[in-house]
């Protein structure tokens, strides 16, 4: 299963982004064979509007069947939620931290905007 983690870099050693659509990348975690992969997101961090619904569409493109991020606004889980993708959340850890937590059912599912 993929996990797509907003991260401040590309490494399983950074810190959550706590924003979603602005986030500086994301982290795709394969809980089946630990392999990450990264997703660059700088196009949207300057974006006037539109990032986090942007963000979404990369993420379910990218075959993620779960975001953990800090923050999800409504425009993205309005185009995550209906897809699929569970959004669960996480802060003040690492992208290494969160997926642990997410694989030992220790992070809480959002079903609805955070911000």
Excluded: W
Excluded at 48 to 62: D, F, P
Excluded at 84 to 113: C, D
């Amino acid at each position: 299963m993929k996990l797509a983690i907003s991260a401040t870099e590309a490494s399983l050693d950074a810190p959550i982004d706590p924003r979603f659509g602005r986030a500086a990348c994301f982290v795709i975690v394969d809980t089946d064979g630990n392999a990450a992969t990264m997703i660059d997101n700088t196009a949207n961090q300057a974006a006037t509007h539109g990032a986090g619904l942007q963000a979404a569409k990369v993420i379910i493109e990218a075959g993620a069947a779960a975001v953990i991020s800090g923050h999800v606004g409504p425009k993205a889980f309005d185009v995550l939620h209906p897809a699929g993708v569970k959004i669960f959340h996480a802060e003040n850890t690492t992208v290494r931290q969160a997926a642990q937590s997410y694989q030992k059912g220790q992070l809480q599912q959002v079903f609805s905007a955070t911000v």
